[in-house]
């Protein structure tokens, strides 16, 4: 896998930025195509929903290539056609963009990046292998494009709802859930405490243990969350073991219209893990406390769900 600058005069995004945002994060948050697409509509819902705003901002780092994820290319997805400054985008498959919160016009703590998988894994395996090795060592050509402090990698996905046996049903008829929570060890695989211990602030979405409820998890989110442990590439040239807290938080789903389940995952997780993540970066206030104000917003492209009205060309422009 190898990752491709998107450089923007527009953006001004230069190549020494885009290097600097991806060194500094600390957590990288990742769709996973899943049953019902709802990984992937609540990524659409959260890079929709946190651009341009007054209190957030995301930018487009650029994308990743790959020989196991099938390759496609579209419009920009966000904003319509007639908006002269997105007209002409393009957007591929896998793609990297950096989320970056601010309070009083001062950013508040590491940017986030979000990496969006938009397409179908097509060997689950060697995807997975392929990413790992991103994660961990860069490009191997440049290996400044590489996430130095990562700590959190959170999955963001579904389970199928049709897969239950009875030893889930009887749980969910004594405690009900729509969301669910998935990690082989949260703490455990830290390499300290304080980085950032999911544990303390992961309270209301139940857990999910995937050895007991196996059926839950499809190819890539079983093979991602059994990826412990990654090799980081130090200064000296070295292979070390860099540990990961890896976590999944999927929606059960079946298959269908999901795009309201993809805003409710895109909500929680925006309740669960990002305003806990920037109150502990921030002492005071956040711009994610009153979560109610938000102005949600759906992108473009899902007027389109069952294509365009006879009246709109606005797709094919």
């Given at each position: 896998m190898k990752f491709f600058p998107c450089v923007s005069q527009s953006e001004a995004s230069s190549e020494s930025e885009i290097k600097t945002l991806l060194q500094?994060?600390?957590?990288c948050m990742i769709s996973i195509p899943s049953i019902g697409n709802v990984g992937q509509l609540a990524m659409d819902f959260i890079i929709s929903s946190?651009?341009?705003?007054?209190?957030?901002?995301?930018?487009?780092?650029?994308?990743?290539?790959?020989?196991?994820?099938?390759?496609?290319?579209?419009?920009?997805?966000?904003?319509a056609p007639s908006e002269s400054s997105h007209h002409g985008k393009l957007h591929s498959a896998l793609e990297v963009y950096s989320l970056q919160f601010y309070q009083n016009d001062q950013s508040v703590g590491p940017n986030i990046i979000l990496i969006h998988c938009r397409s179908i894994v097509i060997y689950p395996t060697l995807f997975v292998r392929d990413l790992?090795?991103?994660?961990?060592?860069?490009?191997?050509?440049?290996?400044?494009?590489?996430l130095k402090?990562?700590?959190?990698?959170v999955l963001l996905s579904s389970a199928n709802a049709g897969l239950q046996d009875d030893r889930f049903i009887q749980r969910i008829q004594e405690s009900p859930i729509e969301f669910g929570l998935a990690s082989l060890a949260f703490d455990a695989n830290l390499a300290?405490?304080?980085?950032?211990?999911?544990?303390s602030f992961l309270t209301t979405i139940p857990r999910i243990d995937k050895a007991t409820y196996p059926l839950f998890f499809s190819a890539v989110n079983a093979k991602?969350?059994?990826?412990?442990?990654?090799?980081a590439k130090e200064k000296q040239g070295n292979d070390t073991v860099r540990k990961l807290n890896r976590v999944i938080v999927f929606m059960i789903c079946n298959e269908g219209e999901n795009s309201l389940h993809g805003i409710s995952l895109c909500k929680a997780v925006t309740g669960e893990i990002l305003l806990p993540y920037l109150k502990r970066m921030n002492v005071g206030s956040t711009p994610l406390d009153h979560l109610e104000s938000i102005e949600w917003k759906a992108p473009y492209s899902w007027r389109y769900f069952y294509g365009p009205p006879v009246s709109d060309i606005n797709l094919y422009n």
């Amino acid at each position: 896998m190898k990752f491709f600058p998107c450089v923007s005069q527009s953006e001004a995004s230069s190549e020494s930025e885009i290097k600097t945002l991806l060194q500094n994060a600390e957590m990288c948050m990742i769709s996973i195509p899943s049953i019902g697409n709802v990984g992937q509509l609540a990524m659409d819902f959260i890079i929709s929903s946190f651009s341009e705003k007054s209190f957030s901002k995301i930018k487009k780092l650029g994308y990743l290539e790959t020989g196991f994820l099938l390759s496609c290319v579209g419009n920009d997805p966000y904003f319509a056609p007639s908006e002269s400054s997105h007209h002409g985008k393009l957007h591929s498959a896998l793609e990297v963009y950096s989320l970056q919160f601010y309070q009083n016009d001062q950013s508040v703590g590491p940017n986030i990046i979000l990496i969006h998988c938009r397409s179908i894994v097509i060997y689950p395996t060697l995807f997975v292998r392929d990413l790992n090795e991103w994660l961990s060592k860069g490009n191997t050509d440049d290996g400044e494009y590489f996430l130095k402090n990562l700590q959190t990698l959170v999955l963001l996905s579904s389970a199928n709802a049709g897969l239950q046996d009875d030893r889930f049903i009887q749980r969910i008829q004594e405690s009900p859930i729509e969301f669910g929570l998935a990690s082989l060890a949260f703490d455990a695989n830290l390499a300290n405490d304080s980085q950032f211990p999911l544990t303390s602030f992961l309270t209301t979405i139940p857990r999910i243990d995937k050895a007991t409820y196996p059926l839950f998890f499809s190819a890539v989110n079983a093979k991602l969350l059994e990826n412990e442990e990654t090799l980081a590439k130090e200064k000296q040239g070295n292979d070390t073991v860099r540990k990961l807290n890896r976590v999944i938080v999927f929606m059960i789903c079946n298959e269908g219209e999901n795009s309201l389940h993809g805003i409710s995952l895109c909500k929680a997780v925006t309740g669960e893990i990002l305003l806990p993540y920037l109150k502990r970066m921030n002492v005071g206030s956040t711009p994610l406390d009153h979560l109610e104000s938000i102005e949600w917003k759906a992108p473009y492209s899902w007027r389109y769900f069952y294509g365009p009205p006879v009246s709109d060309i606005n797709l094919y422009n």
